[in-house]
């Protein structure tokens, strides 16, 4: 290693910088380097001193990053204090958070951007879990909001969801610890043979009583968004409809109360689904229209196009198959908008068009989708 050359000990912040990086697998941006806020001095000529020692390189997309090799032996023999850590650890998860703004104030770039950012984001959280350098609640949530980004791109779930149980454990938390438990209900389709404790229902819902002193109208808000994944996860879970109501029933009615038009619109687009599910198409196909409403009224992009999903299915079952492909068309233009076009829930309307074109006989053309779900999915596995 060129560790001791004189160009590495002519500017001592060179030292820390590769350091740093060791823990990126994927590179940085010049952008994200120089938003970091690291705590090296002359960091352009600590830069350019790694690049001729050869301990850093620009790859194609113009990121800075280590070879394998490098990384390793840095994080094995100097590994990053955590005063280098905690300010890549801060930006990068402010990064990750237009994850949250983005669904309702659409823009293309925030997706290809934490997307290029999912390794040092996994690395760095987890450095952050295994230093216990934050409370468990801020891990706790940390670790939900990319595995919500993960979930909703068609990546799966994250490895570090394997430390949430001992986070859970720690947590004093009420509110992370409702969040936490909401989440669990939420991704347990993308589980095998994994069965939910008999009584987190009910102690999801004691978290949140608990919590409700302290934060008020947000918590309640919170409350309507676990009524609705209670209400997708018995219907498409337990296949219960009835419970699934109920908790429509009760999302609506709390949401309403509090003018939260994003809960009210998922109690209506889950009203839609149940609807659909027992037949009754006609009436889910008003549910779905009413919750697109919703969500256009608070200008959230993503939700409308999951609504326009339910509406899609509705339609579908009264056989208006000219008006799907219409939907279908509508709605990945709006997946377009939120740079959600490689999307799982891009893929399931895709399908549907393929459906639709299969039906009417026109086989080619139902061949290419299907080609489409097929690559964008071995995209999405490899990245």
């Known amino acids: 290693m060129s560790l001791s050359s004189p160009r590495m000990t002519m500017f001592p912040g060179a030292k820390m910088l590769i ?5 990126l697998p994927d590179g940085i941006s010049e952008a994200d380097l120089m938003q970091c806020r690291l705590p090296i001095a002359n960091l352009d000529q600590c830069k350019l001193a790694l690049l001729r020692t050869s301990l850093a390189y620009s790859d194609r997309d113009k990121r800075f990053k280590a070879l394998t090799p490098v990384r390793e032996y840095i994080r094995a023999v100097h590994p990053p204090e955590a005063e280098l850590v905690r300010p890549l650890t801060t930006h990068l998860y402010e990064v990750l958070m237009l994850w949250k703004s983005f669904r309702q104030i659409p823009t293309l770039e925030s ?46 779930l994250s490895p570090l969801r394997a430390h949430l149980p001992r986070l859970f454990e720690n947590c004093q938390d009420h509110q992370a610890r409702a969040e936490y438990i909401a989440a669990a209900f939420e991704s347990q389709h993308l589980y095998e043979n994994r069965v939910l404790a008999d009584d987190w229902e009910s102690q999801g819902i004691q978290e949140f009583k608990l919590a409700n002193d302290r934060v008020g109208e947000v918590l309640d808000n919170l409350k309507v968004q676990f009524y609705n994944v209670l209400a997708a996860y018995y219907l498409y879970n337990n296949g219960n409809p009835a419970t699934s109501e109920k ?5 609506l009615a709390l949401s309403t109360e509090n003018h939260d038009v994003t809960g009210k619109g ?3 687009m889950h009203f839609s689904e149940v609807y659909e599910y027992r037949g009754n198409a006609r009436l889910g196909r008003n549910y779905a229209r009413q919750a697109r409403q919703a969500f256009i009224q608070n200008g959230y992009l ?25 939907l279908c068309a509508e709605t990945k ?29 026109e086989y080619q053309t139902a061949r290419v989708l299907q080609m489409d779900i097929l690559a964008q999915t071995l995209h999405s596995e490899r990245s």
């Not at 949530?141 to 990546?155: K, M, Q």
């Not at 993503?302 to 079952?317: D, G, N, T």
């Open 19 to 23: 350091q740093a990086i060791s823990l």
């Open 111 to 156: 997706v290809p951007r934490i997307a290029a950012n999912l390794g040092n984001l996994q690395n760095v959280l987890l450095w952050s879990i295994e230093q216990d350098e934050e409370d468990a609640a801020w891990q706790i949530r940390r670790v939900l909001t990319l595995d919500s980004f993960l979930r909703a791109t068609g990546r799966g």
């Open 247 to 251: 908790y429509c029933e009760l999302a």
């Open 266 to 268: 998922k109690a209506l």
């Open 302 to 326: 993503l939700a409308q196009a999951h609504a326009m999903k339910a509406e899609i299915y509705s339609v579908f079952v009264l056989g208006n198959f000219e008006y799907v492909l219409t």
């Open 333 to 361: 233009s709006v997946l377009a908008v939120c740079g959600m076009h490689t999307s799982e829930l891009h893929s399931s309307i895709t399908s549907a068009e393929a459906q639709i074109h299969l039906l009417k006989t």
